[in-house]
């Protein structure tokens, strides 16, 4: 490991690297892929660090075997990823998984070929956390997500994500920590999912640009839905207002569709305690839609209505809708305010 290391300072000047780093990784997979239950797992996670520093080399080195064929590495890497899953190394995958999505990204015009490695990659992933307890079988879950990007929308990603939540609050969730501590951990996973689709590379997708922002509106709303109907209010509004810094440091404006729907979102009455507080949070959330730019294209009109209809749920529970117990009837103020808020809605989605 420490000899590929300093050959990796210097690839240049070493033409024999890639053949070199294509036995190396090639014999980390046959070793991986044949270990035993009794195989020490510190051995075998120094062969999975060996074939990543490997598959580095392989890269950065020019001509010898696989030179000219297109996903070459990345086949191997994905062969790299189902040996390393075979003998339980799924949480150790993130580097690799990361170095898989990097070089997917980086074949334009192939995109059916991308699409199919990355499908293999997501079903290998979302399989290999169903033997994990909760905690990193949902990080697991999370990071085998985008590989899913390159599909044709509607893509498939945003109900794996809410059936991930499921599994981690519910079904898998129910033995292991409190839900405040369930719920921390959601939030995290969650903001670590939106830093890669709104920074990281994504393999090519036709409209990624709009699915980008679209699609983290998307998902936040969705793990606050889960936090909140878990009784983990505070971690919601967390959720969301990271999900509002990572979008501004994405370069969405302040008075854009996008970032409007998950302040509306954060307003929800279900959110902030007392149902006195209704007739203040629909005035905000009146004051927030109207700076919403005239033009919010059809993306943003789509993410404005999911966040109106979050905002809206929690106006329903407070107005007695859900939640099992009889409240009072919203005062005239109130429905003054919603009455309001939905006028201005509605002109603003018939934009």
Do not use: N
């Amino acid at each position: 490991q420490a000899a590929l290391c300093s050959v990796l300072e210097s690839p240049a000047d070493r033409p024999e690297l890639r053949a070199t780093c294509d036995r190396v990784i090639r014999a980390c997979i046959q070793r991986l892929g044949s270990c035993s239950g009794e195989a020490h797992r510190g051995h075998l996670a120094s062969l999975l660090r060996l074939a990543e520093l490997a598959s580095d080399g392989h890269r950065c080195s020019a001509g010898g075997i696989g030179g000219g064929s297109p996903l070459y590495l990345e086949r191997l890497l994905f062969h790299l990823l189902r040996s390393a899953c075979s003998c339980g190394l799924g949480p150790s995958c993130g580097p690799l998984s990361d170095r898989l999505l990097s070089g997917l990204s980086a074949c334009p015009g192939r995109e059916e070929e991308v699409a199919g490695v990355g499908r293999s990659a997501f079903a290998l992933l979302w399989g290999a956390a169903s033997s994990l307890p909760p905690g990193p079988g949902l990080s697991l879950r999370l990071r085998a997500l985008p590989f899913l990007t390159p599909e044709p929308s509607p893509s498939p990603l945003l109900p794996r994500f809410i059936q991930a939540c499921r599994l981690y609050l519910t079904e898998e969730g129910g033995g292991g920590g409190g839900g405040e501590s369930r719920g921390s951990h959601l939030v995290l996973e969650t903001q670590g999912l939106l830093g890669v689709l709104l920074k990281g590379p994504w393999p090519p997708s036709p409209g990624r640009d709009q699915l980008r922002p679209l699609l983290s509106c998307q998902l936040a709303l969705q793990a606050a839905t889960a936090l909140s109907r878990s009784g983990c209010p505070s971690e919601a509004r967390r959720l969301l207002s990271a999900a509002r810094s990572l979008l501004r440091q994405s370069g969405e404006g302040e008075g854009g569709p996008f970032l409007t729907a998950l302040r509306l979102s954060s307003l929800s009455p279900g959110l902030r305690g007392p149902p006195s507080a209704l007739a203040q949070a629909l005035a905000r959330a009146l004051g927030a839609l109207r700076l919403l730019g005239a033009d919010a294209g059809s993306p943003g009109r789509r993410a404005l209505a999911d966040g109106c209809g979050f905002l809206l749920s929690g106006v329903r529970l407070v107005a007695g809708g859900g939640g099992g117990e009889k409240a009072p009837p919203l005062r005239t103020e109130e429905l003054l305010q919603l009455a309001r808020f939905l006028h201005v809605y509605l002109e603003q989605v018939r934009c």
